[in-house]
């Protein structure tokens, strides 16, 4: 295994291909899962609004439980599926979850009551806390160095549409004469629906050459490697650059042998400010008097900043040390998030929540490309997800405790705990080790 491991052949080939119509395709299919998953954990911010005032509204206990739902799902099912896409490969796993998150969620959209509704978030939390990091996992497997970077940020910049639309279509919805104003069933139908249409379009993709090599199945890599190299050259700033530009850049022995403890205490700092906030935001608009439509729409708003900000980043961000947009999207989070519990300024209200909204996106984004062009091929899936989970352990426990302090001691309160966790963030950031950003991966 040592020796398939270390062999230039197959992964060298790789990552002298130009930008070709396979890896936008991929690119795509990717964008695709990331928007439905994107989509679903999304949800958690209107379904905050929605059982927190009217005929809906849920004691704090049961408010938390479903909100923390799909994260102890996250939390139980990242490392597990990580684990087998680095045995079975990403592309399998990837079908395999999409089709059931579209499972879970037609039968989230049947739900009779919050008790049912909690269940089945839990289960597609099981899905969905893999998928981010198991696509991220496959552009760093696939994509040429130099443009891994900059095509990640497009994929999950266009991936925002998907929550965008969603949450605008579930305000049209909830205004409309849907019967009952149970929008949100509808909304989890077409978001089962798009997770059907993604697993079929997945299927048609190749499997990663370089994962293919290293589990030692040559034949399955060459083939693969074939379809990449077969396919046709697209034009893309940059795209014509030399094979040499390509190459592995030399770097640090033990840098190459992945990550410190510093970027998993990252991962398990970044939910407080990155999950919990914008889920818990539908909510603390509603106590401070806005009307549950007002929420809705703000919580949409929201959704409209990471598109944006992933587009600036991809022309940006890919030429820096991954620790320096980490480090300034923190401190962006602070000034926006102060800002938005405080003000009582409609267009700043709405205005932080765009803003808190992108910088979350390219603060996690950057964090997990960081983190998967640092760990091994070998075990990228398995690491990726596990550092992952602790993510999703934060974004579990984070509601348990905010909720109650949100209802007590108001939104201040609430910001200045997730605040602390943002500031510890920023000083492991300083001490992280360097990225591998427009590098060839090991």
């Not at 990155?274 to 818990?280: C, G, Y």
């Not at 703000?298 to 598109?307: N, T």
């Amino acid at each position: 295994m040592a020796a398939i491991h270390d062999s230039p052949g197959i992964a060298s080939q790789l990552d002298r291909l130009p930008l070709t119509r396979m890896h936008v395709g991929l690119v795509l299919v990717c964008t695709l899962a990331m928007a439905a998953a994107i989509s679903e954990m999304s949800l958690s911010g209107a379904l905050s609004a929605i059982f927190s005032s009217g005929a809906n509204k849920a004691s704090a206990g049961e408010l938390s439980a479903l909100l923390s739902s799909v994260y102890v799902g996250a939390v139980i099912g990242a490392p597990l599926f990580g684990w087998l896409a680095d045995r079975i490969g990403r592309r399998r796993v990837l079908i395999g979850v999409l089709l059931w998150t579209t499972v879970t969620s037609f039968a989230a959209s049947f739900a009779h009551n919050i008790l049912e509704l909690t269940v089945c978030r839990g289960l597609s939390g099981l899905a969905l806390g893999v998928l981010p990091p198991l696509v991220i996992a496959l552009l760093a497997d696939v994509l040429p160095p130099k443009h891994r970077g900059e095509m990640t940020f497009w994929c999950i910049a266009l991936s925002t549409v998907g929550p965008l639309c969603t949450l605008m279509f579930l305000h049209g919805m909830s205004t409309s004469s849907w019967h009952g104003g149970e929008a949100w069933r509808l909304t989890f139908g077409v978001l089962g629906l798009l997770c059907l249409l993604t697993a079929g379009a997945t299927a048609l993709l190749p499997e990663s050459p370089r994962f293919l090599e290293v589990r030692g199945r040559l034949a399955q890599a060459a083939l693969a490697l074939s379809r990449f190299e077969h396919s046709r050259a697209v034009s893309w700033p940059g795209a014509s650059s030399t094979a040499a530009s390509t190459a592995i850049t030399a770097s640090d022995p033990a840098q190459a042998a992945g990550p410190q403890r510093q970027v998993y205490a990252l991962f398990a700092l970044s939910p407080w400010a990155t999950a919990s906030f914008p889920i818990l935001s539908g909510a603390v608009l509603t106590q401070r008097g806005f009307a549950l439509n007002d929420a809705l729409m703000v919580v949409g708003v929201s959704m409209a900043g990471p598109m944006a900000g992933n587009i600036i980043s991809s022309m940006s961000l890919d030429r820096i040390d991954r620790r320096y947009g980490l480090a300034g999207c923190s401190v962006v989070m602070l000034l926006a998030g102060a800002v938005f519990v405080s003000s009582t300024v409609g267009w700043q209200v709405l205005a932080a929540a765009a803003v808190f909204g992108m910088v979350t996106s390219i603060y996690l984004a950057t964090l997990n490309l960081y983190a998967a062009e640092l760990f091994p091929t070998q075990g990228r899936g398995r690491r990726l997800s596990s550092a992952w989970a602790l993510n999703r352990v934060g974004a579990a426990v984070a509601p348990l405790l905010l909720v109650p302090l949100l209802r007590n001691q108001g939104a201040e309160a609430m910001f200045a705990v997730i605040a602390c966790t943002v500031v510890a963030a920023i000083a492991v950031t300083c001490l992280s080790p360097r990225g591998r950003q427009r590098q060839a991966v090991a």
